[in-house]
């Protein structure tokens, strides 16, 4: 089973803090995702990776940065926290082969800014 | 950009009921995908649909792809206190781009 684990599901931190949200795949999969979620928005795009050293950005990425310096790790960067961005951090992986394949997310960081 | 819209918001339903959630696209889509996330847990993929008016079950879960693949829909026959969750679809469009996530389908049930 493909098992996509984050570095924490809760975290809390002040306004301005520096914030890492680390994710790990351990099935080989090419293309990582970082969403957020929150109530009536749903799934939101942040920024994806199809490859080592490579980054998109998605649909929200401001406020935030990614590093992908290994294929099974990619983190999600807050360089300096704000209150709008309480949210569920949502790490995603899957399979190169176009980008039709099934996305496995992992538990998710529940991040409260105060 | 393509937008993936998703009726309703929220679903409250007595047990034993149907339920349907809908998903409709502006534009037409490669395939779309169903997602399942429990209250408190993470979104679990159900199934992906790829071909025009193509119907797919899986026990009491019976999803369609329109004629024009522009839209979606998600039906639960007989709903258990099993089922709540949010049903998220989701879809691609062409063969670039991103699977756009539709807000979801909140369902509760009462047993």
């Known amino acids: 089973d493909v098992k996509v684990t984050q570095s924490s599901r809760y975290l809390v931190k002040r306004t301005g803090e520096k914030v890492f949200l680390e994710c790990v795949q351990d099935m080989d999969h090419e293309n990582m995702f970082w969403y957020r979620q929150d109530p009536g928005l749903g799934l939101r795009l942040i920024y994806f990776s199809y490859d080592v050293k490579m980054k998109e950005k998605g649909d929200i990425p401001e406020g935030y940065s990614v590093s992908r310096e290994k294929k099974e790790r990619f983190s999600l960067i807050l360089e300096s926290a704000s209150t709008n961005q309480t949210s569920m951090y949502l790490c995603a992986s899957s399979l190169w082969g176009g980008l039709k394949e099934t996305q496995y997310f992992g538990p998710g960081t529940r991040l409260l800014v105060l | 950009g393509q937008q993936v819209m998703q009726i309703p918001q929220y679903q409250h339903v007595q047990e034993g009921e149907d339920f349907t959630t809908y998903c409709n696209s502006s534009t037409t889509l490669s395939n779309i995908q169903w997602y399942k996330q429990r209250p408190g847990g993470h979104p679990v993929f159900l199934i992906q649909?790829?071909?025009?008016?193509e119907v797919k079950k899986q026990k009491r879960l019976t999803f369609q792809f329109g004629e024009a693949k522009k839209n979606s829909s998600l039906h639960i026959t007989a709903t258990q206190t099993t089922d709540v969750g949010t049903y998220f679809c989701a879809g691609f469009e062409g063969s670039q781009g991103n699977l756009i996530f539709g807000k979801g389908t909140k369902l509760s049930v009462k047993p």
């Open positions: 649909l790829v071909k025009s008016g």
